[in-house]
């Protein structure tokens, strides 16, 4: 792996660009993006629906490549890696929190929770250790047990959270995490979030909400496939 002279930066990104072929000709859905984050830091990506903060947060959880540009991941260049690197990054490096939760519905919270610790090749006494201890940080210990039809919209997103925590990841990357909860569910998912930032967790959040990204220690704004802050 190539390594950059980035010690501070967690993600850097220098004129990313994303374009995609199609019928009606290119389509330019990233522009010569320059981004920072820190580590440790608690960052919001806000834009509007086709504003690229989709395929922005695609290129950071390494689900998708650059067609130009530098990105650097904890000061290593990851726009050439290869697929199995960037499998590793995305199963031991970055925690994924979907606005759809993403849960199998046949599954319970815990086994739902394990689930991506099962690709990593940890034991199943270490992975239940690990599931239970992380849905009792996201106040569901007495729901373990539950599958998703049992559990409302913001437990299981709670139970999505887990997922994401129990690998022990440096980045969590969340794309609209309240974007299908009512207020008071939401504001549940922000606080655990934020206490998450405290404890030192790289926060990357993509919203069109403006009150939501607020809550983050820093907001940057995206528009037209460029960052305008």
Same mark, same amino acid.
């Given at each position: 792996m190539k390594r950059g002279i980035s010690v501070n930066n967690i993600i850097e990104l220098s004129g990313v660009s994303k374009l995609y072929n199609t019928k009606g000709g290119t !389509?330019?859905?990233?522009?010569?993006?320059?981004?920072? *984050?820190?580590?440790?830091?608690?960052?919001?990506?806000?834009?509007?629906s086709g504003s690229g903060k989709?395929?922005?947060?695609?290129i950071l959880g390494c689900l998708d490549k650059p067609s130009s540009g530098e990105y650097l991941l904890d000061g290593v260049y990851v726009s050439s890696?290869?697929?199995?690197?960037?499998?590793?990054?995305?199963?031991?490096?970055?925690?994924?929190?979907?606005q759809n939760f993403n849960l199998i519905p046949t599954l319970t919270a815990e086994e739902n929770v394990e689930l991506p610790l099962i690709y990593r090749g940890i034991k199943r006494s270490l992975r239940r250790e690990l599931a239970e201890n992380a849905l009792g940080m996201v106040g569901l210990a007495r729901r373990i047990?539950?599958?998703?039809?049992?559990?409302?919209?913001?437990?299981?997103?709670?139970?999505?959270?887990a997922r994401a925590l129990a690998a022990r990841p440096e980045i969590i990357l969340a794309d609209e995490p309240t974007g299908n909860l009512d207020t008071a569910s939401g504001n549940e998912?922000?606080? *655990?979030?934020?206490?998450?930032? *405290?404890?030192?967790?790289?926060? !990357?959040?993509?919203?069109?909400?403006?009150?939501?990204?607020?809550m983050a220690e820093k907001c940057i704004r995206i528009s037209d496939g460029k960052i305008v802050f």
């Open positions: !389509v330019t859905a990233l522009d010569n993006v320059d981004l920072c *984050i820190n580590k440790g830091s608690f960052t919001s990506i806000i834009g509007q989709s395929t922005l947060m695609n890696m290869r697929e199995s690197e960037l499998s590793f990054i995305r199963n031991n490096i970055i925690g994924f929190i979907f047990r539950h599958k998703p039809n049992e559990l409302s919209g913001g437990q299981q997103q709670r139970v999505a959270i998912i922000m606080k *655990i979030l934020s206490q998450l930032h *405290i404890s030192g967790t790289t926060i !990357v959040l993509i919203t069109h909400d403006n009150n939501v990204a607020s």
